[in-house]
Every structure is written in C-alpha cells, then in structure tokens.
C-alpha cells in the first residue's frame, strides 16, 4: 500500500497567519491526490483535487501544489473557521489511502 | 445540491450484519462512481470500497475484502454496503461519498454525506 505521511501532525498559528502543510507519498502517484478539511463532528470537506485544482465553491485562500511524491496545501489568511483537521488522499492507486491528519490550532 | 443520506447504522455483536444504504439526490446519480470512508472513534479516515456508476466494477481495501460488498441501485439512486463477519475493529462512522467522475479508479472524493455509526460490541 502507498503510506501517505502528513507534516506536521499539530500545528499552532494565529488569524490572519499563512500556513503550509506538507503530504509526502511512499511512491509516485503522479498528481492524484486530495486535500480534505474536518471539524470537530462534521463530516470531511473536499477541498483540492488533482493535487492543484479547487473543488468548486471551496475558497481560493486554500492552494494546492506538487507532483510525483510531495504535496504541499496552503492556507493564506487564516480565520477561525479554518481551524480544522487536514487530511491528504492518494487516489492513484488501489487501496487508496489517507496521511493520518494535521490539526490546525489557533495559537 | 448534492445531497448524501446514510443510514442503517447501528450496535451489531461481532460475527454479525448490517447493511448500509446512501441515498443520493441533486445529481444525476449513474453518471458517477460512489465510495464508502469509515473514521474509527477520535482516529483517521480509511477508504473502504469504491464502485463505479453502472455498479460493473468494484473495488474494496483489504481489511474488509471478502466481509463487505458495495453494490447500488440507480433506479433508486442509492449505494449500498453490506457488511458481514463484523469486527470490533470495524466500529466507525461511515460516510458515502460521491466521485468527480463515472469510473471509480483514480477519481476524486467530492460531496460526502454526514455519517452513520456502527458500533460492533458485545
């Protein structure tokens, strides 16, 4: 299976901050890859797919970049509403699979 | 707007059953491939099984081949995903998710539903 491996794990900011998070993959999965945001009891949203492009309605302060093994999403402006759980998705290749989570927190 | 509804969730003992059902409304429900996510209490999200829009091709993640079966009914516009020899290991919230495309493989996660919990205890 291709382990997806999220960094950081935690991560601390404050509104009006830029973030980064970086997704990097055991093996080349070319550009298939998602980015999802969870709060608390809710279910996932989608936020980037095909490592670069928004999902339709989701805001442009999100951005996707990255091929073959490593992936970054960045979240410019933070507001509280954007503190969340973040996850990266493989869909290239059969089991997809997910990176464990970057919990972002207000500082 | 896309609408995903699941349910048939529930407290099963482990060796039991239970079948999920995902009804789907604001799109044209055949022309796009489903999956199943399940995330066990306070952990990550897994992807369980995927199916495509004509239901023809299926695909599952070895935890759970051979014990669940996705299947759907496009007359009803609903994904289904039986579950069998259930295990504590199996106790999560399900979400149904729809894809950006008809074929499953290599199709993206879009609109999810709000989730339905399967406790597997005895």
């Known amino acids: 299976d291709i382990q997806m491996t999220q960094s950081p794990s935690s991560l601390s900011a404050s509104v009006g901050d830029r973030v980064t998070i970086t997704c990097r993959a055991s093996?080349?999965?070319?550009?298939?890859l998602a980015w999802f945001q969870q709060k608390p009891g809710k279910a996932p949203k989608s936020l980037i797919y095909?490592?670069?492009s928004l999902q339709s309605g989701v805001s442009s302060k999100f951005s996707g970049s990255g091929s073959g093994t490593d992936f970054t999403l960045t979240i410019s402006s933070l507001q509280p509403e954007d503190f969340a759980t973040y996850y990266c998705?493989?869909?290239?290749?059969?089991?997809?699979?997910f990176g464990q989570g970057t919990k972002l927190e207000i500082k | 707007e896309v609408q995903l509804l699941e349910s048939g969730g529930g407290l099963v003992q482990p060796g039991g059953s239970l079948r999920l059902s995902c009804a789907a409304s604001?799109?044209?429900?055949?022309?796009?491939?489903m999956s199943w996510v399940r995330q066990a209490p306070g952990k990550g999200l897994e992807w369980v099984s995927g199916?495509?829009?004509?239901?023809?091709?299926?695909n599952y993640a070895d935890s759970v081949k051979g014990r669940f079966t996705i299947s759907r009914d496009n007359s009803k516009n609903t994904v289904y995903v039986q579950m069998n020899s259930l295990r504590v290991e199996d106790t999560a919230i399900y979400y149904c998710?729809?894809?950006?495309?008809?074929?499953?493989?290599?199709?993206?996660?879009?609109?999810w539903g709000q989730g339905t919990l399967v406790t597997v205890s005895s």
């Open positions: 998710a729809k894809t950006t495309r008809y074929e499953h493989a290599r199709s993206a996660l879009h609109y």
């Open positions: 604001g799109f044209t429900f055949s022309y796009y491939a």
């Open positions: 199916i495509s829009g004509s239901g023809g091709t299926t």
């Open positions: 093996q080349g999965i070319s550009n298939y």
């Open positions: 095909a490592a670069s």
């Open positions: 998705q493989q869909y290239n290749t059969y089991p997809y699979t």
